[in-house]
Structure formats: C-alpha cells, structure tokens
C-alpha cells in the first residue's frame, strides 16, 4: 500500500524528532492536557506534548508535540514541532515541522524543513529558513582548482 520511499521519509522525519529529544535527556517531559486552558507565555525546556487550549506565544527548546485534540492561537518559536491539531498564528521551527493527517493549520509558516503528510491542510505563507548552525558546520564545500 505504500511506497518504501514513502516510509523513509516519515521515519527519516521521526528520526529527526528522535535526535533532537536525546540532547536533553534529563529534562522534565511537559504536558498541558486537553481539558487545560492556558492564556499568556509559555517557554518549555524538554520535550513537551499540548493536548488543551493555548493563546499566546510558546517557545521550545526541544520538541513540541501538538496533539489531535489541541487548539493553539498565536505565536510558537521552537526547534522540532509536530503539529496533530489546530494551530493559527506565527510558527517558526529552527529545525524540523512536521504536520500529521489530522493537522490544521493556518497562519505565517518559517521553516528549515517540513514534512506535510497526506490529509494535513495548511493555509499561509510558507518562508523557508537558513539550516540551523550545527548543520551549516557539517557541510563542506569541494574546493575547485
């Protein structure tokens, strides 16, 4: 049913979310559930999973799960975002979006990489940015003589 190319590309992209969660080991895993509201600014160190209702700016030094049940107005900065729910305003992920089947999004969208899979809908202007420092460091340039 599916495409062996198609199945590297996911599990490249979860690996991706893998790697970066492994740096902070020992940081505390967040959960807001989904019968939680929270209005104002959040920063999260470690990985964090929002399943509720937010309206304000995030910002995530590690991964953000946006589950299927989450409604999120305004503003994310982070570094890996997967997005399952219903996310409107400004994201910005250093490193990796990903948006799953059920995501709906709408808003401006800056990213280094981003991985919309099948059924996602995604409304706004999409800005692609520079790789982030540790990748610029592993890219060596062939010199020409």
């Known amino acids: 049913?599916?495409?062996?190319?198609?199945?590297?590309?996911?599990?490249?992209s979860t690996q991706s979310i893998e790697n970066v969660s492994k740096k902070y080991?020992?940081?505390?895993?967040?959960?807001?559930?989904s019968q939680t509201f929270f209005q104002g600014?959040?920063?999260?160190?470690?990985?964090?999973?929002?399943?509720?209702?937010?309206?304000?700016?995030?910002?995530s030094e590690d991964v953000l799960i946006i589950e299927e049940s989450a409604l999120i107005k305004g503003e994310i900065?982070?570094?890996?975002?997967?997005?399952?729910?219903?996310?409107?305003?400004?994201?910005?992920?250093?490193e990796l979006l990903r948006l799953t089947p059920s995501a709906r999004v709408q808003g401006d969208i800056a990213s280094y990489k981003l991985v919309v899979e099948e059924g996602a809908k995604l409304l706004g202007k999409l800005s692609?940015?520079?790789?982030?420092?540790?990748?610029?460091?592993d890219i060596t340039l062939a010199v020409v003589t």
């Open 128 to 137: 692609c940015l520079d790789p982030p420092r540790h990748v610029k460091d």
């Open 25 to 33: 080991k020992g940081v505390p895993f967040s959960l807001l559930g």
């Open 77 to 94: 900065q982070g570094v890996v975002i997967e997005v399952s729910g219903v996310f409107e305003g400004t994201l910005h992920a250093a």
């Open 1 to 12: 049913m599916f495409s062996k190319a198609k199945d590297a590309k996911v599990m490249s």
């Open 41 to 59: 600014k959040v920063i999260l160190k470690g990985e964090a999973r929002l399943a509720g209702h937010v309206e304000g700016t995030i910002i």
